[in-house]
């Protein structure tokens, strides 16, 4: 099996070796040493926010530029009503196409009179009467990629002082028709606009990865883009997972990558790949942002998006992206540390034909004696003192997602 190169491709004395200083450091037998992330110096976008990955909704994915308030209206009720909010999600965030083509006589923005009639501030009022948070989108080129709307280029400032006066708790940051200049000129002037404001503004940064934004972002927003658009299928969403992996050690507490927005539930996907796409995004600590219409959601897809344990690992307090740990073929682990010396291991067979992974303790940084309960988060079934290895048959394109607690620790 073909390992990918990594803390967890330790040779099994030096885990020893740091399984035995962790108990002496930490008092306590951990799991692993995966709780030892790289370290890298990050200077974060100083607004307090996005200790966790951001949890919500956005309009993109499903409905584009199909937007209007009563849609935005109906998803916070849906939101509230589903039990959705209760589980973490708490944005409710417009994407592209919600102003008018071109701003007043004193250059404000506009929102659309045919769709948005009520106007912006009174539709996060209502969001926000809900209990939960409004978010909003720009861009740092002149028009946004709809062409529908104008960016922010050259009007950060007043732009920025709108989003805060109208009440606005996030905003999305695209990179459309920017005349070839690079994002890096662009995005801080945003970035510094919104922290000028006062207002806590999470600032997710959506320059599609091109200039390797996890590496100078995270001093400037609160997440960024790892890559392309996703599509609602299951080879742009997997491919969307292996682009993000190579940054994961940039990810932390205050500032994530973001392969993008979820596709779940949009139809283009059976249910097996939905719940490795969550699972996968829940790992990595990706944002866990809904694309698809929640007012009409069947079973199958709140159940998915509802999972608490998954949920859970992602909104973990450690904030240690997952990565993939091994592969061999089409079959992958991909593990990361849990806080409280827990780990996260997902079997992802991304293969054609049902089939049978294994995740060895040498795999996840784990000595071969060390005995844990597991928890399957999708079965919701604990096994206790499993030493070793875990196996599953695994459905084609489906998963099996664990949490390794130290055995006989309540969490
Ligand atoms: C870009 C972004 C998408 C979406 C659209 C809106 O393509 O990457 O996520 O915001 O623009 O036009």
């Known amino acids: 099996m073909a390992m990918a190169p990594s803390v967890f491709a330790f040779p099994r004395l030096v885990c020893i070796f740091l399984f035995f200083i962790a108990i002496v450091t930490a008092g306590a037998a951990p799991v692993s040493n995966l709780g030892q992330r790289e370290e890298i110096k990050r200077k974060l976008m100083d607004n307090g926010i996005g200790l ?9 994915n499903h409905f584009h530029c199909d937007v209007d308030e009563k849609l935005i209206r109906e998803t916070a009720d849906a939101m509230v009503s589903t039990g959705l909010s209760k589980v973490g999600y708490e944005y409710i965030n417009i994407d592209d196409c919600w102003a008018e083509l071109n701003r007043d006589s004193m ?8 769709t948005f009639p009520s106007g912006i501030r009174a539709l996060a009022d209502y969001v926000h009467k809900k209990g939960l948070k409004f978010g909003l989108y720009s861009n740092a080129g002149t028009t946004t990629c709809s062409q529908s709307m104008p960016g922010s280029l050259g ?30 000129e662009r995005f801080p002037k945003m970035s510094k606009a919104l922290l000028e404001t006062g207002r806590p503004i999470f600032f997710s940064l959506c320059e599609w990865g ?9 001093g400037l927003g609160n997440s960024w883009r790892t890559t392309d658009d996703i599509v609602d299928s299951w080879g742009s969403m997997a491919t969307r997972a292996d682009l993000n992996d190579k940054w994961a050690s940039y990810a932390g507490p205050g500032g994530w990558n973001d392969p993008d927005m979820l596709e779940v539930g949009n139809g283009g996907m059976t249910t097996e790949e939905y719940r490795s796409h969550f699972s996968i995004w829940a790992l990595i600590k990706a944002p866990l942002l809904i694309g698809c219409d929640i007012r009409s959601m069947d079973n199958a897809t709140f159940e998915i998006l509802s999972n608490k344990e998954v949920i859970d690992v992602n909104q973990d307090k450690l904030g240690v992206q997952g990565k993939k740990v091994k ?20 079997l992802w067979n991304r293969g054609p034909i049902k089939a049978e992974l294994t995740v060895f303790w040498s795999d996840i940084g784990l000595s071969s004696s060390t005995i844990v309960d597991v928890r399957n988060l999708w079965k919701h079934k604990t096994e206790t ?5 875990i196996s599953a048959e695994v459905e084609s394109h489906g998963c099996e997602m664990y949490v390794l607690s130290p055995s006989g620790v309540r969490h």
């Open 52 to 60: 966790t990955p951001q949890m919500g909704w956005n309009t993109w």
């Open 107 to 114: 250059g404000n923005l506009v929102p659309k009179a045919s």
């Open 155 to 184: 009007y950060e400032e007043q732009d920025a002082k709108t989003f805060a006066l109208w009440g606005v708790d996030y905003l999305k940051y695209d990179n459309c028709d920017n005349s070839g200049t690079s994002p890096r």
């Open 210 to 218: 091109e200039e390797d934004p996890a590496t100078w972002a995270p």
């Open 327 to 346: 592969k061999d073929g089409e079959l992958e682990v991909w593990a990361g540390p849990l806080s409280g010396n827990r780990v996260a291991v997902i």
């Open 385 to 389: 003192s499993v030493q070793g290895k």
